[in-house]
Structure formats: structure tokens, C-alpha cells
């Protein structure tokens, strides 16, 4: 198995503090940013990437046949990709499905795994991939779209915390523990992500928050979810009358940004883009041309192409290393040598469960803080907003002392 990834956008502090990218810009940076308001860009340096996936669902996270998906992007000029999948070709045609490089023909056998991982060694340098697990992927979302809205005016010293992600994963946990494939609580909250929800959602979080044989997190939980109904209701509309909203909990544009800003550089670069046709991606290409990367200002989405792997080597590349990813992940025959191929590519914004938070004792004393006010009908933003105000971290100090200078107990 790979090793666990920190969970998206955290521990960066110029990266925006969500579980995923409803918009590239953020509630702050509403306004579009396109090249031509930052003015002359045609100094930039321009590099060229290819992008593929493997385990794509869309904005299904409920797929019991394949609870991963993975995507790759490859920084390689498109001769030099050629030059690499025609010299394969040449030699190992027999290897290869109606003359293109799959990882999925490749990765079947021994001699496929082989040449896979040669070619993975050489494509490494030059790559990033994520990982993110679906069902903890909606997990977050739910996060994101039923906690955020209500405590977004504080919300970044929260993420700091690390209290998204331990909310989102005691959610998770709580779920996969009652039911190994999708249960209704998630699969409704999919249908009101979608506009679709018919009350089942807010029913199955009552259901939620009077089920004894639940844990304590999760029943506070469900009762702030309930709590913070208008709030998340407000928001979800908002989303839903947009003409990209049906792609909402799509991880394709997360993937896209978090890889590009994953790349090392020191210079002004331009990204021009190429990738295996998307439906999400199609969708929302023309609304993010020419947008700066978060917290990265001198580095830009350039170009968005789509285009046939059959046809395009780099993206074939890219399709090898997604799907080395999977393999590796299910730990199937001789993964062991392939993640040591691709270990040195993986980004840091992959969303995967976590097993423990340096602060997950404190986290848990504040949810429940959070859940009396709501119970004993005090004003939970208002009570929230002074503790953060007061709420202080050493995460930045020279020191491995966890102990944090306020607690939800002062209160």
C-alpha cells in the first residue's frame, strides 16, 4: 500500500482551505481572473503537461467496484513523449492494446509489470499523481457544504486545526462501520449536493442524531448538521444554479490544481494542459483558462486541450502512472516494486482517511462544545467566533509540545 498522504490542503498555508475546489476562486476571489486583468503574461515560460486518471466515477463517490480514483499528470513536451511510446511500440507491440500504451494491458502480467515499471523509473522526475478515496472524498464534502457555510467567518483557523478533517473522518468512520458500501445518509446527501434531495437527507441526519448505537462525535455530528441546515441549504443552492453544479463533487479539478501547484518550480511558469476527454473538465475548462493557481501568483492555467490517448503519447504516459497508482493501492501481484517507482512523484493533496491528528483530542472537545451550545439553544457562530478569536496553536513554534494555549474547556 502507499504510504498515507496529509489530507488535502492541509499543512500549506497558501493553499485554500477546502476539501475540494467548488470554484478555483474562493468565496474572497469570487470575480474571474483571467490573464488579460493581470496584464502582459507573454514573458512566461510555458511547459507542457498531460493529465489522465484511472477509477473515474464522476461525481458518483459511491462506487462499490472501484472505491479509488487516481489521477497523473506528466510534464514532458509532446516530442519527447512521442519519442518514448514510439520506441515501446517498436519493441514490445505485443504488449500493447491496438498500438497504444495502457496501464491497464501493461500492468495484467509480469512482462507488462516489467516494462511498466521501466517506463515509470524514467517518467518520475518528471510527474505527480494523487490518490483520493471516494467515499472520504464525499465524506469531506459534507464538511465543506454543511459546516463551512455556517463557520466560514473563522473557518481558516479551524482548518489549522486540523478540525475539517477530523470531523470528516469521524463521519466517515461512523458510516463505513454501519455499512461497507454507500448507506442512505451519504447516498441522500449525494441527491442534495445534486438539488435532488427529497427531505431523506435531513430525515436520515434526525435518524442519525437519536441512534444510540452511534458514537458520541457522530450524533453531534448529525445535531449540528441540523443545527446548521439553513446555512448549508443556502449554500447548496447557490451551487445548484450554476451551470457547472451537477459536477460539484467531481475530484477532476481538484486533481488538476492540486498537481500543477505540486510541481517544483522557482520560475513564472504557464501550464498548457492536455488531457484524455472529460466531461467534467469540458464543462469547466473555459471558466478556468488563464487562472492563477492558488497562492501561486506568477504561475497560471494556460491552455485546457482534450484529445484522444489513442492518439497523444504524453497521455498515455500520464494513463500509465494513474493506473500504477491503483494497482499499487489494491496491492495486487509485485505493487511492491512499482510504488517504489512512483513513491518519489506523489503530490501532497491526495484525500485519504487518516489514523490519528495531532490535535484530535482537542478537535473532539470542541465539536462538543459546539454540539451543547446548539443543544441548550445558545448562539453556536457567535460562542464559536470569541473562542477563535482566542484560540492560539503552537503548530508554527519550534517545540513537539501538542498542547494548546486555549482550550473549548476555558470557555
Not at 502507499?2 to 476562486?25: A, M, Q
Not at 461525481?59 to 518514448?84: G, N, R
Not at 514490445?92 to 497504444?100: A, F, I, K, P, V
Not at 520560475?267 to 473555459?286: M, N, W
Request: proline share 4%.
Amino acid at each position: 500500500m502507499l504510504p498515507t498522504i496529509v489530507g488535502f490542503g492541509l499543512g500549506k498555508s497558501w493553499y485554500p482551505s477546502k476539501w475540494r475546489f467548488r470554484e478555483i476562486v474562493s468565496r474572497r476571489h469570487r470575480r474571474r481572473q483571467s490573464l488579460e486583468r493581470a496584464g502582459d503574461v507573454s514573458a512566461l515560460r510555458t511547459r507542457s503537461v498531460f493529465l489522465d486518471e484511472s477509477g473515474f466515477t464522476g461525481p458518483d463517490l459511491l462506487s462499490s467496484d472501484q472505491p479509488w480514483v487516481s489521477y497523473a499528470a506528466v510534464a514532458i513536451e509532446p516530442e519527447e513523449a512521442s519519442s518514448i511510446v514510439a520506441e515501446v511500440t517498436s519493441r514490445h507491440r505485443n504488449l500493447m492494446q491496438s498500438g497504444e500504451l495502457k496501464a491497464s494491458t501493461l500492468l495484467r502480467s509480469a512482462r507488462g509489470r516489467d516494462l511498466a515499471l521501466s517506463l515509470l523509473k524514467s517518467i518520475t522526475p518528471m510527474s505527480r499523481w494523487v490518490i483520493h478515496h471516494k467515499r472520504y472524498a464525499l465524506a469531506g464534502n459534507f464538511v465543506e457544504y454543511v459546516f463551512e457555510p455556517a463557520l466560514s467567518s473563522r473557518w481558516s483557523a479551524l482548518v489549522g486545526s486540523g478540525f475539517n478533517r477530523f470531523v470528516a473522518n469521524q463521519f466517515f468512520e461512523g458510516l463505513v462501520e454501519i455499512h461497507k458500501g454507500g448507506t442512505l445518509l451519504e447516498r441522500s446527501f449525494r441527491s442534495f449536493m445534486n438539488g435532488k434531495d427529497d427531505g431523506t437527507f435531513w430525515l436520515e441526519i434526525e435518524n442519525a442524531i437519536n441512534d444510540d448505537s452511534r458514537s458520541d462525535s457522530f450524533r453531534q455530528i448529525a445535531f449540528l448538521a441540523r443545527h446548521f441546515r439553513g446555512y448549508a441549504e443556502a449554500e447548496i443552492a447557490s451551487v445548484t444554479a450554476r451551470d457547472y453544479g451537477k459536477w460539484q463533487l467531481d475530484l477532476s479539478v481538484t486533481s488538476l490544481f492540486g498537481l500543477l501547484a505540486s510541481f517544483p518550480s522557482k520560475q513564472s511558469i504557464v501550464y498548457d494542459v492536455t488531457c484524455d476527454h472529460s466531461k467534467p473538465l469540458e464543462a469547466l475548462g473555459d471558466y478556468y483558462r488563464g487562472i492563477r493557481l492558488p497562492g501561486l501568483r506568477m504561475r497560471r492555467l494556460g491552455e485546457l486541450r482534450f484529445a484522444h490517448s489513442h492518439e497523444t503519447p504524453g497521455v498515455q504516459l500520464a494513463d500509465l502512472l494513474a493506473g500504477a497508482a491503483i494497482y499499487v493501492q489494491q496491492e495486487r501481484d509485485g505493487f511492491e516494486e512499482l510504488a517504489e517507482a512512483i513513491v518519489g512523484a506523489a503530490g501532497p493533496f491526495s484525500v485519504q482517511p487518516y489514523q490519528y491528528g495531532r490535535y484530535d483530542e482537542f478537535n473532539a472537545e470542541l465539536l462538543g462544545l459546539f454540539a451543547s451550545y446548539a443543544l441548550n439553544k445558545l448562539n453556536v457562530i457567535e460562542k464559536f467566533e470569541v473562542f477563535i478569536d482566542r484560540f492560539i496553536t503552537n503548530a508554527a513554534a519550534p517545540t513537539n509540545d501538542s498542547r494548546l494555549v486555549v482550550r473549548p474547556s476555558d470557555l
